[in-house]
């Protein structure tokens, strides 16, 4: 046991991992070790002599477990990030087990006991906003934990969180499997339409698969430029079916587990005394309740699909034009779109591409936080990390290190889809200081040869990622449980989607956004086309996010006992919402992994747009100021938002920067919905 590299203290660089020492094997033995350990903690804080106290409760249980977390990470991130079937394996056998752990300290009636007194008298201790916050979030943790129950529905409580954690696990390993498994080989004669670039990267995508010549993958990055440029409409046909249908394979359908989570969601939050799943998870959010999400979304529905069905007549004439089919499937909005972008609005996505480089853009997003936090990088490649592709940047601010950021930026079988943050270690003081080690996933096509040239999306994804990756960063607070990001889902989501403004700002585009082969600065009037063309497909892109929200909140707001069929309510919720079949759904019930894939955002897809209207209003700030970067409020961004955590009511905290409460016209303004 003692050779278990999960059990020592690392003094690797930073602290980080040992990757090259670490095996599935070691992770089973070292749980077995730390949920003891751990528990023995908890135990010990119950078995105090003295009278309960704000140290001797919320502080401890703050610094109480972190062997534990440490190792939890480094599981979540490598099942994430670079999975095998063994880890994989580890996953399955530990989920229910870390659920069971989870409910042994989050209903440990005698350290509850003392919690509850300290939190009954929490007006009378002279705490500070950052102390009472961290005591509020650490009772109501427990209280929606099942801390209250007793007896039987104590029992039933602990054993549906662990069946949900074995469900959630298996949907997403589902979900990779699915994208892991799918390529469509290209022939010579399968290329018509498709830019140097595409090819480029799909003849990479088949060496890192083993296999000949050029592929097509599951990666986003690899689909909507797939169906943007190919002229092969059967082939188009072929990967938008496979896109839209990951998690319905004969093999591993998702729409059973999909039914059986969403039982044991309505059991959970009736245990608890809500109605429905939807009120027990947003009443910890911003919104409070499901009726403030769907007055947002009432302001956005409507406009959005009467923005579509204007793009759709001009997609129609664009296709007529064509000579193509006027009656538009989905497999032809992403073409179509791209023709009448170049014939409106002069913007072709290809002639986009050589500017926006990724290193050059790693570079830009370092640039625009130097400039408005004062935060330097220097690469370190001397630190072993757990894949090639991954990099890792030393972070300082004020002349001093402040933590660790690692990138990691391409897509693999290996690793799940889509693009988000985590970390490896929280910020924290409590105990000690802590470092932060921040990481960003993407999944970018890899070029074959040469640089890795992104599309405007792609840049928009990797400044959004960063946003959340300051959030960690900057955090600058005394308790791991209130380090940024762990804040409302529904808030967390500002500091990502703000920064993605500042990848439009001339100064940034000016210095980073350089040719590729001649170095020359993208044009300012390629610049002004961008911005021109920034409505356009609002409807088609605002329908798609909305349709997943709505389904997503129609889910949870039942109450099934035996939970719903999901292919009969998602056909139903689409005639009834009308959603327009062309456009579709970001994600589909069987892969849509935001909901089903853990409870982060289940009852809450709606926290990108929400967040947007906070977004918006922010961004509006520096505009009003005339400077992107103006200094003042650059600083109030830091020690309201980036640096801010959860130590403040997030109300308060928007307020203390932009000086009132969001309002939705900006948003609306934004997308083009007014």
Not at 386 to 392: G, N
Request: charged share 25%.
């Amino acid at each position: 046991m003692n050779a278990n590299p999960l059990l020592q203290d690392w003094t690797t660089p930073y602290q980080l991992p040992p990757f090259d020492q670490i095996r599935p094997e070691h992770f089973e033995p070292a749980f077995d070790v730390l949920f003891a350990a751990h528990l023995a903690q908890i135990d010990a804080l119950a078995a105090l002599t003295e009278a309960p106290s704000f140290d001797n409760t919320a502080v401890a249980f703050d610094r109480s477990g972190l062997p534990l977390d440490r190792v939890q990470l480094l599981l979540d991130n490598l099942t994430g990030s670079e999975t095998s079937p063994e880890l994989q394996e580890v996953e399955r056998r530990m989920a229910p087990r870390l659920a069971d752990h989870h409910s042994a300290i989050y209903m440990h009636a005698g350290f509850f006991a003392r919690l509850d007194a300290v939190h009954q008298q929490r007006h009378a201790l002279g705490l500070g906003e950052e102390q009472l916050r961290l005591l509020d979030l650490i009772h109501r943790d427990f209280v929606r934990a099942g801390a209250k129950l007793r007896g039987a529905a104590r029992a039933r409580y602990a054993a549906v969180a662990a069946q949900l954690a074995e469900l959630t696990t298996a949907f997403s390993q589902n979900v990779l499997a699915d994208e892991a498994e799918y390529a469509l080989p290209l022939g010579d004669d399968d290329l018509a339409g498709l830019p140097v670039f595409l090819v480029d990267s799909a003849r990479a995508a088949a060496e890192a698969r083993q296999r000949p010549g050029r592929t097509i993958t599951l990666s986003r990055s690899s689909v909507v430029p797939f169906l943007t440029f190919s002229a092969r409409r059967d082939l188009r046909e072929q990967v938008w079916r496979a896109w839209t249908g990951r998690g319905e394979h004969p093999r591993r359908d998702n729409r059973p587990l999909a039914r059986r989570i969403l039982a044991l969601r309505v059991e959970q939050a009736q245990l608890l005394g809500f109605a429905n799943y939807a009120d027990y998870a947003i009443a910890n959010r911003m919104a409070g309740a499901p009726a403030a999400v769907h007055a947002l979304m009432e302001q956005v529905w409507e406009p959005a699909k009467a923005r579509f069905e204007a793009e759709k007549t001009m997609l129609r004439e664009e296709a007529a034009r064509l000579g193509e089919p006027t009656a538009i499937q989905p497999w032809d909005w992403f073409y179509l779109a791209e023709k009448v972008r170049i014939a409106r609005y002069a913007l072709d996505d290809a002639e986009l591409k050589p500017y926006f480089s990724l290193d050059n853009m790693i570079a830009a997003m370092f640039d625009v936080a130097g400039r408005l936090f004062g935060v330097s990088f220097i690469e370190r490649r001397d630190l072993k990390l757990y894949h090639p592709d991954a990099r890792a940047w030393e972070v300082s601010r004020a002349g001093r290190i402040i933590g660790l950021f690692l990138g990691d930026n391409f897509a693999r079988p290996s690793k799940r889809g889509g693009a988000w943050m985590s970390v490896y270690r929280s910020q924290a003081r409590n105990g000690g200081e802590a470092l932060p080690i921040v990481v960003n996933n993407n999944n970018f096509a890899k070029a074959g040869h040469g640089p890795t040239l992104l599309s405007f999306d792609d840049v928009r994804t990797l400044f959004h990622e960063f946003g959340h990756g300051l959030h960690g960063l900057l955090s600058d607070v005394e308790y791991r449980l209130l380090a940024g990001p762990n804040c409302p889902w529904d808030y967390v989501e500002l500091p990502s989607q703000l920064l993605e403004n500042w990848a439009l700002v001339p100064a940034v585009l000016e210095k980073h956004a350089r040719h590729v082969e001649t170095g020359a600065a993208i044009p300012a009037e390629l610049v002004a086309r961008i911005k021109n063309a920034s409505l356009f497909n609002q409807g088609f892109e605002t329908v798609r996010y909305a349709a997943s929200t709505l389904i997503d909140l129609a889910l949870h707001q039942r109450a099934d006992a035996d939970g719903v069929d999901i292919a009969a309510f998602e056909a139903a919720e689409r005639e009834r919402l009308g959603i327009p079949p062309e456009a579709g759904m970001n994600h589909r019930p069987p892969h849509f992994g935001h909901i089903f894939s853990d409870d982060g955002y289940a009852a809450g897809y709606y926290v990108y747009i929400w967040a947007e209207v906070l977004e918006a209003e922010a961004f509006a700030a520096f505009e009003e100021a005339g400077d992107p970067f103006d200094a003042a409020l650059a600083d109030k961004l830091y020690r309201h938002v980036y640096s801010a955590g959860d130590a403040r009511e997030q109300r308060a905290a928007f307020r203390a920067f932009r000086g009132r409460d969001p309002e939705a016209r900006e948003m609306l303004k934004k997308r083009g919905l007014l």
